[in-house]
T-cell receptor, first 115, second 110 residues
Framework: EAQVTQNPRYLITVTGKKLTVTCSQN?????MSWYRQDPGLGLRQIYY???????DKGDVPEGYKVSRKEKRNFPLILESPSPNQTSLYFC??????????????FGPGTRLTVL | DAKTTQPNSMESNEEEPVHLPCNHS???????IHWYRQLPSQGPEYVIH???SNVNNRMASLAIAEDRKSSTLILHRATLRDAAVYYC???????????FGAGTRLTVKP
């Protein structure tokens, strides 16, 4: 089954404790992206990757890092999480984002709470 | 970027058709119209997309106005499982982002 998976689905942590949220897709997609969703602010893009070893900032990249060493994986790293990073996070992938008619696939979400 | 305008919320009765409107008066000639929905506690999922002509798939139909300044997502028989937030999104020909607005929260009553 074609899908985007994220782990963990739920995470409660404390300020300053480094964490990684994993994202994996099995569709051989070139493009992957991370979003956060907050009440009243909608979905906002954090980082994206056009292909292996190619990443770029989205609208809200501060406090986050990403890497793309393999095509299928795109982990989101919070080196020193803070309470304002408490949010619902979604990973997305698509075959080629430059094609406007291409479908995007989203993961099930990771709910992160930083105390 | 061209913007979309959708009603904040709509209600429907189960097994009745639902017409979800979207206004996009500043759409450019090469923007695709995409619809995604987000079920409770899930990530967004693709529903349908089109450029100029009306489109049908197993989930829904998309009716695009002749001037492309508006579109309507049609669910032919709403079920309880269709309760979700529906997003109308314009995708430019070249672009790396999927920009979500506030969407329309659809409530389906039994």
């Amino acid at each position: 089954e074609a899908q985007v998976t994220q782990n963990p689905r739920y995470l409660i942590t404390v300020t300053g404790k480094k964490l990684t949220v994993t994202c994996s897709q099995n569709m051989n997609h070139e493009y992957m992206s991370w979003y956060r969703q907050d009440p009243g602010l909608g979905l906002r893009q954090i980082y994206y990757s056009m292909n292996v070893e190619v990443t770029d900032k989205g609208d809200v990249p501060e406090g986050y890092k990403v890497s793309r060493k393999e095509k299928r994986n795109f982990p989101l790293i919070l080196e020193s999480p803070s309470p304002n990073q408490t949010s619902l996070y979604f990973c997305a992938s698509s075959l080629n984002p430059g094609l406007a008619g291409v479908v995007w696939f989203f993961g099930p979400g990771t709910r992160l709470t930083v105390l | 970027d061209a913007k979309t305008t959708q009603p904040n919320s709509m209600e429907s009765n189960e097994e009745e058709p639902v017409h979800l409107p979207c206004n996009h008066s500043t759409i450019s000639g090469t923007d695709y119209i995409h619809w995604y929905r987000q079920l409770p506690s899930q990530g967004p999922e693709y529903v349908i997309h089109g450029l100029t002509s009306n489109v049908n798939n197993r989930m829904a139909s998309l009716a695009i106005a002749e001037d492309r300044k508006s579109s309507t997502l049609i669910l032919h028989r709403a079920t309880l499982r269709d309760a979700a937030v529906y997003y109308c999104i314009l995708r430019p020909l070249i672009g790396n982002d999927m920009r979500f607005g506030a969407g329309t929260r659809l409530t389906v009553k039994p």
